[in-house]
């Protein structure tokens, strides 16, 4: 899969979001590690955050978030400091790195959604309430995603 250039406010509103996330994400971590449940005033989040689904292996699914949020900022500073192809006729290094770069923002985008949908749903139909900062980053993941879905649709060049 091949991409053309993607413009800079696609890139920028990226970072906007992952940077919103990685904050929330950060925020949840924090709390759980001083057993501490943050003030909620849309639902019930120590329900959900104290839960058995709050954790995978022992881990805060807030860790998980840090990583996920993380790893898309560290991709997107690596694609906006990748240089650009000087010639559109002739391939170059920098931008075979570039197209690597948003295919793996475009596949965890995709796995951050599932994990969304996936957590979301343990809220509605298991826990029976929810989280606003799972909420959150619920929303985070899912517009990342939807700007995913463009980013591929509009932007792929066949080979």
Known sequence: MKFTAIPKWIIYTYVTIAALGLIDATYLTINHYRNTVPPCFIGSCEQVLTSSYAAILGIP????????????????????????????????????????IMTAILVATVIGFLMSLYFFGIQALVIHDFCQ???????????????????????????
């Open 61 to 100: 699914v807030a860790v998980f978030g840090v990583a996920y949020y993380l790893f898309i900022l560290v991709c997107l500073v690596v694609y906006i400091e990748s240089k650009a192809m000087p010639n559109a006729m002739q391939p170059h290094p920098h931008e075979s790195r570039k197209n690597k």
């Open 133 to 159: 900062y799972c909420l959150g980053s619920a929303l985070f993941s899912t517009l990342m995603f939807v700007m995913s879905v463009g980013v591929w649709g509009k932007l792929r060049v066949r080979l």
